[in-house]
């Protein structure tokens, strides 16, 4: 989505030819969405990303844009917490392919939060058109909507067969703790509300 606060909004990838770039998640990354997520001792600089979340509802692969929302099954959101101390290896040049590390980084256990429940797709229409909003500890961090997306739901297509069953996170907006110098505790409070779909929070610890 877009650019970090503090940061300028990159060249758009679309005029350069770019495709929508990936990372993987391991399913013991997923969490209820009232997660306690255990942060104390893993890392110095947790942070949140409120996402949509697209639930694929049939098999997928080589699907045309035009048809691509046709196969998910539903929407939900995603708490995508990200170890931002966790992602570069120390003692490893900034050039080098081995420089980042992206299970410490995205991958640990409930770094995931799903919920609160998958909305069918039907109810939802445009997923392009969703307002979504975080707060920490009750302090509104990231307010911005789905049509702000970098690319669209359709154009993200994975290079890879879906099944029914795989999630697919979009991004998330300006307002990342990264781009403040904000970085989660324990104790801290997570909330996050898309529209049409409801909320969820989770309490670091």
């Not at 606060?5 to 391991?26: E, Q, S």
């Not at 995508?80 to 640990?108: C, E, I, V």
């Not at 970085?183 to 049409?196: H, P, R, T």
């Amino acid at each position: 989505m877009a650019a970090r606060d503090g940061r300028p909004r990159p060249p758009d990838p679309h005029t350069l030819g770019l495709k929508a770039w990936h990372f993987i998640k391991a399913s013991r990354a997923l969490a209820d969405p009232g997660t306690r997520v255990k942060i104390s001792g893993y890392c110095q600089q947790m942070d949140w990303e409120v996402e949509l979340a697209a639930v694929i509802g049939r098999v997928a692969k080589d699907v045309p844009q035009d048809k691509a929302l046709g196969y998910v099954a539903g929407y939900t959101i995603a708490n995508d917490l990200s170890a931002r101390d966790r992602g570069r290896r120390a003692n490893m040049p900034d050039a080098s392919p081995f420089k980042w590390d992206w299970t410490k980084h995205k991958t640990f256990d409930g770094s995931c939060p799903l919920g609160p429940w998958i909305v069918p797709a039907s109810d939802i229409g445009d997923p392009q058109k969703l307002g979504l909003k975080l707060w920490v500890n009750g302090v509104l961090k990231q307010d911005s909507n789905t049509s702000e997306m970098i690319f669209t739901l359709a154009q993200l297509s994975a290079g890879m067969t879906l099944h029914p069953g795989d999630v697919i996170l979009t991004g998330t907006p300006a307002g990342v703790g990264a781009g403040r110098g904000e970085f989660l505790k324990a104790g801290d409070a997570v909330k996050l509300w898309i529209e049409k779909i409801g909320e969820i929070e989770n309490r670091m610890v």
